[in-house]
T-cell receptor
Framework: EDKVVQSPLSLVVHEGDTVTLNCSYE??????LLWYKQEKKAPTFLFMLTSSGIEKKSGRLSSILDKKELFSILNITATQTGDSAVYLCAVDRDMRFGAGTRLTVKP | DSGVTQTPKHLITATGQRVTLRCSPR?????VYWYQQSLDQGLQFLIQ???????AKGNILERFSAQQFPDLHSELNLSSLELGDSALYFC?????????????FGPGTRLTVL
């Protein structure tokens, strides 16, 4: 059965820390892996990854995909309280989402 | 603001009833996706439409149905509602691209079944 597993499920850090969120998957017909940030509303798109080893960056966030080992990581450096959210990964083609990692950044 | 609109924002109804949720995608987006998010199930993909045709099905119950109209807006119909159908229903839209779809989510419709 296809599955997407995120770890850790919950993480509490202090401002300025660096965090690494993990997403592993076992799916048929993989096309891409997507990361989303969800605060108290709808998920907002962060990254789409299709190729192994190519890092995508946006400010303090970065992500990379390993299609051989079937996982992706999302890194957040110099965390801020505004980074507090649930981070979701999803695997296309059937848009299977993981349970999410709840990140709490304390001042 | 993602550009995806959903109505209504909130809906309260009783078991056994039928409701219709509406979604207008971003201008130019041909694909519409429907998701259900509940506390115990997380975000579940229900169904995708592309330019009026069903493209993919996820965990959609037989009591639920959807369609996409010529103007590309979409409706999700939920019938014979049960307490467990209470959830946040999101619509998302995308422009199909090579290798996958970046999706833009609407604000959601919160459905409460009493």
């Amino acid at each position: 059965e296809d599955k997407v597993v995120q770890s850790p499920l919950s993480l509490v850090v202090h401002e300025g820390d660096t965090v690494t969120l993990n997403c592993s998957y076992e799916v048929t017909n993989f096309r891409s892996l997507l990361w989303y940030k969800q605060e108290k509303k709808a998920p907002t798109f962060l990254f789409m990854l299709t190729s192994s080893g190519i890092e995508k960056k946006s400010g303090r966030l970065s992500s990379i995909l390993d299609k051989k080992e079937l996982f992706s990581i999302l890194n957040i450096t110099a965390t801020q309280t505004g980074d507090s959210a649930v981070y979701l990964c999803a695997v296309d083609r059937d848009m299977r989402f993981g349970a999410g990692t709840r990140l709490t950044v304390k001042p | 603001d993602s550009g995806v609109t959903q109505t209504p924002k909130h809906l309260i109804t009783a078991t056994g009833q039928r409701v219709t949720l509406r979604c207008s995608p971003r201008s130019g987006d041909l694909s519409v996706y429907w998701y259900q998010q509940s506390l115990d199930q997380g975000l579940q993909f229900l169904i995708q439409y592309y330019n009026g045709e069903e493209r993919a099905k996820g965990n959609i119950l037989e009591r639920f149905s959807a369609q996409q109209f010529p103007d590309l807006h979409s409706e999700l119909n939920l019938s014979s509602l049960e307490l467990g159908d209470s959830a946040l229903y999101f619509c998302a839209s995308s422009v199909p691209g090579r290798g996958g779809n970046e999706q833009f989510f609407g604000p959601g419709t919160r459905l409460t079944v009493l």
